[in-house]
């Protein structure tokens, strides 16, 4: 299961929200939690 780097959940790939960043995937429980990646990616991608 995919797990939110923003938080830390472990969710369903179909309810997650997907993003494509730097050519690796990721995967959010909500649209808020996809927003305070996309402000500091640096610090969720790892
Ligand atoms: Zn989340």
């Not at 790939?13 to 494509?20: E, I, N, P, R």
């Not at 996309?38 to 991608?45: A, D």
């Amino acid at each position: 299961m995919p797990v939110d780097p923003v938080c830390g959940i472990e969710m369903d790939q179909d309810l997650a929200v997907s993003h494509d960043y730097e050519g690796k995937k990721y995967f959010f429980c909500c649209e808020g939690c996809k927003r305070l990646f996309l402000k500091k990616p640096g610090k969720y991608s790892k």
